[in-house]
């Protein structure tokens, strides 16, 4: 099986962490006149191509917050990815991981809300991946990930809610993973393999 667990994907290609400068906030929360956006054409992606609407020739839609392709796709088709070519992955996220827009101005699309990182920002990200085993059977695989709430607490990587709930495993130092679940009969896997006692939701985890 070539499942590959939480793929650095999103971070790696877009160049990492962006800090959003603090006049962010207040553009955000005025009009969106004062934001770049990507039918502007004037905003590039980590290597410097210039991003449209739709899909590029990769798989990223960033204006629909998505990615469908094969997994060296997502990553240009790098040569120390080929043993995975044949994992399929689709990624989905929201804006507080990566906005269509660029409010501070630096050219790159917005992340995390203008907060300093992720930590409190709301942000989630999604990630589906299938493929085909040697036996010819087939796998799948999903993960939900959000940013850990500002008032939240990592103890032995795990991150836990104020009022002391779990909310999940630590993944990239601020995420926590709320939902993984994995299909695959090679191994006699199948269903759910961890569920945030907080509760697997997006919208409510800030």
């Not at 393999?193 to 800030?206: D, M, R, T, V």
């Amino acid at each position: 099986m070539k499942r590959l667990l939480f793929l650095l994907i999103v971070p790696i290609l877009i160049g990492g962490v962006l800090i959003i400068s603090p006049t962010f906030s207040a553009m955000a929360k005025g009009t969106e006149k004062s934001c770049t956006t990507i039918q502007s054409k004037l905003l590039k992606d980590s290597t410097g191509v210039t991003i449209t609407t739709g899909f590029d020739q990769w798989g990223y839609n960033y204006q629909a917050h998505m990615f469908n392709g094969e997994y060296c796709d997502s990553y240009r088709d790098a040569a120390w990815c080929q043993a995975y070519k044949d994992v399929n992955l689709s990624m989905k996220w929201n804006d507080g991981w990566m906005s269509n827009t660029d409010c501070n101005k630096d050219g790159l699309l917005d992340r995390h809300h203008g907060f300093d990182s992720y930590i409190g920002s709301g942000a989630w990200l999604t990630n589906h991946q299938s493929g085909v085993n040697e036996d010819g059977t087939t796998w799948t695989y999903f993960v939900k990930i959000v940013a850990a709430p500002a008032d939240a607490t990592l103890i032995d990587g795990t991150w836990y809610m104020a009022d002391g709930t779990e909310l999940g495993y630590e993944i990239w130092n601020e995420f926590a993973v709320v939902q993984e679940i994995s299909n695959d009969s090679s191994n006699d896997t199948h269903g759910i393999q961890y569920l945030s006692e907080y509760g697997p939701g997006f919208g409510h985890i800030k």
